[in-house]
């Protein structure tokens, strides 16, 4: 279903854009708070450096207020319109929804933000490995 060189396949499972090989971020699992943010410098793979610029990340800030939304409408949906909620409780599930997701939305906005800027390349891995 998800293959290399497919850009959601690099976001879904936040490996690194340009070779697809290993995990750009050092704990895997984005409930482990205290790491949520650290990134490995480079890939070990193909040596693309995550953060191209200092701050590059600042601007997941907007992916992630989309993906926010995102959730926050699928779970009123869910809420009121589904299951016939009153509003009160669908402002607690709009809640509980962005609480308990925004681990997975910060890491996904970062995921999308980085496959902005950068693609799959099948070449990365040896031609790294030529220059080395």
């Given at each position: 279903?998800?293959?290399?060189?497919n850009k959601l396949y690099s976001i879904?499972?936040?490996t690194c854009p340009k070779c697809q090989e290993?995990?750009?971020y050092l704990n895997k699992n984005p409930y482990y708070m205290g790491q949520i943010f650290k990134m490995h410098?480079?890939?070990s793979h193909c040596n693309t450096?995550?953060?191209i610029e200092p701050s590059f990340f600042y601007g997941a800030m907007y992916v992630s207020y989309g993906l926010g939304i995102a959730f926050a409408v699928a779970a009123f949906v869910i809420s009121f319109l589904i299951l016939k909620s009153s509003l009160k409780v669908s402002f607690i599930?709009?809640?509980?929804t962005l609480i308990f997701f925004m681990p997975i939305i910060m890491r996904i906005s970062r995921n999308i933000w980085i496959n902005m800027f950068m693609s799959y390349d099948p070449?990365?891995?040896e031609a790294f490995s030529k220059k080395k």
């Open positions: 279903m998800l293959k290399k060189g879904l499972t936040g290993e995990s750009m410098e480079r890939c450096k995550y953060k599930a709009i809640m509980g070449n990365a891995k």
